[in-house]
């Protein structure tokens, strides 16, 4: 696997960046973990990872954040086409009512965490949303049999075997 799918978190507070990535310690061995502190980091980090051959499969981002807020993040990120295909999770404690909306319709939010979260709930949402990504953007499945949802790998992989004849 030389091209990578990397996990991005993007978080201003550290104590909750630091839970996150601890959180998140048994996927980096096949998703490496980066993390921005605002929007703007953000979009250095996904063109930094996208400009050398990577892939951002996953998007965990507060909604609450210095200048640009997530959910706008989220949205703008639609129009770079690599970044539209990320599965997106807002991880936050402050998004209203409205900004949730927002989200879901504008930002294709795959789905949405509400502080404080528990390390089993991130885990199976993180589990859910990159094996759906992976499923969707790669071609060979087994290099994540051990990591994500293997029974929904195995699935696909069948799918494909009948549909490539």
Known sequence: MDEKIYILIVEDELEVMDALIKDLEKFEEYFPVESAN??????????????HGHKVGLILCDHV?????????????QQIPEAAKSKKVLVTGQAGHEDTILAIN???LDHYIAKPWTKEQLAEVVVSELTDYVIANEKNLLPFMQILDSGKLSDAMRKNQLTDH
Do not use: F
């Open 38 to 51: 605002n929007a703007n980091e953000a979009r250095e980090v996904i063109d930094y990872i996208l400009d």
């Open 65 to 77: 954040l210095p200048g640009q807020n997530g959910v706008d993040l989220l949205i703008d990120l």
């Open 106 to 108: 504008k930002a294709d």
